[in-house]
């Protein structure tokens, strides 16, 4: 079988999320690196892939996909090794939900008012958003609690094994970490911060850096 293709660049939290999945199945793949914000914009081809221009894209044996969820699951459903979607009804709607709450909810949040404005911008030369930071804090609270009542009691955000919303999520956590704030917004939350330092030292998270 074809080797897959992923189109993006490495600090992507979706492309992370993507190469987390193959990493998971032992699926060996090649990464093209395509920087959304490069000086000159993106290649003018690369709309052949994403016709918004988003990042990842994936081709396998001629088939094309881009929207990380998809690849994602298709990665899963395509592959041999371990399944990364409950086969309990109930699991796998609890693993679409995480999902989608950290699409809709957590990413911006969690990610670009909070990460970007506190470690990012400022290691670059650019002044925090204080206000933007400070208006994030309550919404961070509310993704927060929300995964961590979804967790209820399991060792894994979805039930008792690991699944797509563990892949989905951790990039977006593993930026999050770095802000001193997320410390503090974590601490209530005992089965999220069992979760991460499970998460954080799988062999999957170790091959895939996000720089």
Known sequence: MAKPTVYGA?????????????????????????????????????????PFGRIPAFEHDGFRLYESSAIERYVDEAFAGPALQPSHPRHRACMNQVISVMDAYAYRTLVWDIYVERVSNPAKGKRADEARIAAALPRAATCLRALDDLMANETWLAGPSLTLADLHAAPMFAYFREAPEAAELLAPFTGLKRWWAKMSDRPCMLATPSD
Not at 26 to 43: K, N, R, S, T
């Open 10 to 50: 490495r600090y992507s939290v979706y492309v992370r999320a993507v190469r987390l999945a193959l990493e998971e199945k032992e699926v060996a793949y090649d990464l093209v690196e395509v920087d959304v914000f490069a000086a000159g914009g993106m290649p003018g081809d690369y709309f052949l892939r994403h």
